[in-house]
């Protein structure tokens, strides 16, 4: 029964990962190394049902390679749509000497690891939820990515461990995580990018500490865009993008 669930978890995120993109630039082939400096060259981006009202108006922006950068505003003024705008769903930006619009799109996804607000989940088991993507992943890197992500405690807790079925969308398992668990597969993945949005609205704002050191891992070793409210979190990030009605108002410490 358990290989079943298993195989029917890898047919559901096959057919996740071919799902045709939003974006009309879809043709890139090449597969380049996905390191570098990120840079927004006046970007613009209007979503196609609403073109008289654009989200994010002229930005120019500049991340070095390694930098983690909080991104900044009120709800609605284009902080989410910056983030997805550097995973190809909309618009070109480059990465180091490479655009984005030439390059294969399954490439780029497979090489940014993404956190968002809610975290997709597959009806498998909790390690096969932190180590898909990564094949040759051992469970050493596993625990080593859930307790960072502050999720081994709880894992072990259960009656199977990280061999717990968690269930679709994290059916079986409550509060904040399938949040954690999600970030325990991003840091997982030894990758030069990742982007964290609003990752930690379902964290238990009790036990800030724990928040801010899953951060703190998060965003070591690589190039880190922190979509953010929280003040604690801005505070640990390198510069802060603040955003308003689509506009970059200013990138600094």
């Known amino acids: ?36 400096d990120v840079q927004f060259h006046d970007v613009s981006f209007s979503y196609p049902k ?8 002229h930005a120019l922006l500049r991340i070095a390679n390694g930098e983690c950068v909080a991104i900044v505003g009120a709800s609605g003024f284009g902080k989410s749509t910056v983030a997805a705008l550097l995973q190809r769903l909309y618009g070109t930006i ?25 975290p997709t989940i597959f009806d498998a088991t909790i390690a096969e ?20 992500a502050h999720v081994h405690d709880f894992i072990v807790s259960l009656p199977k461990g990280y061999d717990t079925m968690v269930g679709e969308n994290a059916s079986l398992i409550s509060d904040e995580q399938p949040q954690r668990l999600s970030i325990a597969h991003a840091l997982a993945r030894l990758l030069r990018i990742r982007i964290l949005n609003e ?12 928040t801010v050191e899953t951060i703190r ?31 970059t108002l200013s990138l600094g410490t």
Not at 15 to 26: A, C, G, H, V
Not at 50 to 57: C, D, G, L, S
């Open 129 to 148: 939820n932190i180590s898909y993507e990564s094949k040759s992943m051992s469970m050493e890197d596993t625990h080593r990515a859930a307790r960072a």
């Open 50 to 57: 609403r073109p008289e009202a654009p989200v994010v108006q």
């Open 217 to 247: 891992s998060a965003k070591v070793g690589c190039t880190t865009l922190v979509v953010t409210h929280k003040l604690q979190i801005v505070q640990m990030c390198d510069r802060i993008l603040v955003m308003h009605d689509g506009y």
């Open 94 to 118: 480059t990465i180091g000497n490479s655009l984005l619009g030439a390059t294969d799109v399954k490439h780029l996804r497979h090489n940014i690891a993404v956190v968002s607000q809610n």
């Open 199 to 210: 990752c930690t609205s379902a964290l238990d704002p009790g036990n800030q500490a724990a």
């Open 1 to 36: 029964q358990r290989i079943a669930k298993s195989t029917q978890a890898t047919r559901d995120f096959n057919k996740f990962l071919n799902l045709s993109t939003e974006t009309d630039e879809s043709h890139g082939t090449l597969r380049p190394p996905i390191t570098g």
